[in-house]
């Protein structure tokens, strides 16, 4: 009995000795059974390697244990050190359906999704090229031996020299961006771009603005400055009017069709200086001369209203 | 009588220049937009050029404009009377 346990005891003192020899069991994985890499995993990167390769087994279809310290299992970690992580060898089908199989970041037995590039253009190819890159250096052979019949992944397979970093994220399809990318995009919105805004607007005609006439205290002070230095006499009554009208100092303001005179205004209202009936006369030829078209030939708005002149307040 | 309240001194350097006969008013009402900027286009080079004096009045919405005797327009060019073929072939029968 106590032979017994003395051989046991020396037993596992030598397991414990030789751990290489202990645990040889537990790195017999099956793969039948799905391991995936857990992102910020404590586990040794003896471990790590194995379950990637045994994933890109897996991904590739073979099938049957791999044990460790073999020289298959040698091949395979070097093939997932190879490969970057996150990133497992995929199966290129046809017309351009490129099933993209990541090791998923979360816990779970179902943590591969399988992400489906649909689009087949340049963008689509591009993913496909960047995925068939990194399955290439994982398991060049099952990579080249399921690209050969598909016309895309060929294509692809031309721009594999184009890496993920430099091709604009924006022109893949969403779906088929990495987490870092998405990432980058949550960053990108919250971030600035100077835009060039130019626009081109075509040039129809100069258009000179006038601003308003406006007056001002000023204005009115140089008009009766100026009304007194050319002897301009005021009107004060009635009497002081006809003679002026008698003696042609006043005649009737140049009312035409382009110039109207207010009808509330009297008759004997309805006069004004010589020049000023010439300046109106010419004010109301060239108002006719700039009636728009459609209109009925009256200087004045499309309804037909003519401004009315007002003499005297 | 109604007496506008708007109006002017009858005397003084404030007086209503309506008074002398030489500013008439152009009133705006239904008048465009850009019929009102044609006549601003218009009145401006003769008041930059200080023969018409225009205040722009907006709550009796019209155009005061005071005309000065320096607004005369140059006479037409006299051209020598031509006499009418008639009257030279009579000249040449006799």
Partial sequence: ?313 | MEINGNAAAADGDMASPHLTGAAVDIGKKGLSESEIAWMRAWLLPLQQAGKIDVEEEFYQACFHITVYSSYAPQAMPRVPRRRSSTTLLAAGIR
């Fill in chain 1, 1 to 313: 009995m106590r032979t017994r346990f003395a051989f046991v005891v020396f037993a596992l003192a030598l397991g414990l000795a030789l751990p290489g020899f202990a645990s040889t069991a537990r790195r017999t994985v099956p793969l039948n059974k799905t391991h995936h890499r857990r992102a910020g995993s404590h586990r040794p990167a003896a471990t790590h390697h194995a379950h990637a390769s045994t994933a890109g087994r897996a991904a590739a279809g073979q099938a049957g244990p791999v044990r460790a310290g073999t020289a298959e299992a040698a091949a395979l970690r070097a093939a997932a050190e190879r490969a970057p992580l996150g990133v497992t060898p995929l199966k290129v089908t046809s017309a351009g359906r490129v099933p993209v199989r990541r090791a998923a970041s979360g816990h779970g037995s179902a943590t591969h999704r399988l992400v489906e590039a649909t689009a087949t253009g340049p963008a689509a190819t591009g993913v496909a090229a960047t995925e068939q890159a990194a399955a290439e250096k994982a398991d060049p052979e099952q990579v080249s031996r399921d690209a050969a019949p598909s016309e895309p992944a060929t294509a692809g397979k031309a721009d594999s020299e184009q890496l993920p970093s430099e091709q604009a994220p924006s022109e893949r399809p969403a779906i088929a961006r990495t987490s870092a990318e998405r990432t980058a995009g949550k960053r990108g919105a919250l971030t600035t771009h100077a835009v060039a805004r130019e626009a081109t607007i075509p040039t129809l005609a100069k258009l000179h603005f006038v601003p308003p006439l406006r007056g001002s205290r000023e204005s009115l002070l140089r008009q009766n400055e100026k009304d007194t230095a050319e002897g301009l006499v005021r009107i004060r009554d009635d009497e002081q009017l006809n003679a002026m009208r008698a003696d042609r100092e006043l005649v009737q303001l140049p009312a035409s069709s382009a110039l109207l005179v207010n009808q509330a205004l009297p008759y004997n209202r309805r006069y004004c200086r010589p020049t000023t009936a010439r300046f109106f006369e010419r004010f109301g030829a060239g108002a006719l001369c700039a009636v728009p078209p459609g209109n009925s030939g009256k200087f004045g708005g499309t309804d037909g209203s003519v401004p009315a002149v007002a003499d005297g307040d």
